[in-house]
């Protein structure tokens, strides 16, 4: 991922700390750092800038994470997610104060985490949070595991994943086709492959990659998808056929 999402973990507990740290690297997301005090945190956040912070509700020390989060929001609009293990209604209610993105229950599985974090990543686009943006490519898709959010004007567009046909590479640019709209973003089809969910799109060519569920004929030179023909390389038939037959 070219800019991934920066996440902070605040967690006293270090060995969960560096649990959670291991699943968000394997999901993609780069880890800033953990940190075991809401003081080191707020330090660390003037510091480093990350875009999202996981934020153990009872940490040891002067500030639990609901004044820590306070505080935070004071100097910068940072979202904020609450991991907690047990809380009554009277902290439930101050931690509503600072308007969080979600709270993760502990013990929690790693879909819990994924399905939090990709939540959050969604609602900081659609409001537009433009620091998480590469603001030297304006049109740089943000690739999530159901959608792609597309930057057009002033706008995030979103495009579900399963309503892609295909890409087509068009010299540094490539070209999305879908059952919405048609975009040209400002990246390599080598760049959004990487980003793409590999068990739904296969790179067939130089030019083009495909979502295997669309492809709906293939020949010897080419595949069919939505009636177009897109040339198929010799040396990846093999591969698009053991995938089909997979899918």
Known sequence: MDNPIKILIVEDEMIIGANISLQLSELGYDVVGI??????????????????????????????GIETAKQMQAKRDIPIIYLTANTDEYHFARAKETSPHAFISKPFKKLDLQHAIELTISRMLMNKDEDIIPKDNCESPYV???????????????????????????RNYCKIYSKTRECLLV??????????????????????????????EVAGSHVVVLKKAIPLSKALRGKLLDRLQTF
């Open 35 to 64: 940190v075991p005090r809401g003081e080191e945190a707020l330090i660390h956040v003037e510091q480093n800038k990350p875009d999202i912070v996981l934020l153990d509700i009872q940490l040891k020390g002067e500030l639990d």
């Open 187 to 216: 990246m390599t089809l080598k760049d959004i492959d990487e980003k793409l969910p590999k068990e739904q799109f296969l790179r067939i060519h130089r030019s083009y990659i495909v979502n295997l569920s669309h492809v709906d």
């Open 144 to 170: 999530l595991s159901d959608s792609i959010f597309v930057r057009r004007n002033d706008k995030m567009i979103k495009i579900l994943i399963n309503d892609i046909y295909y890409f087509e590479a068009d």
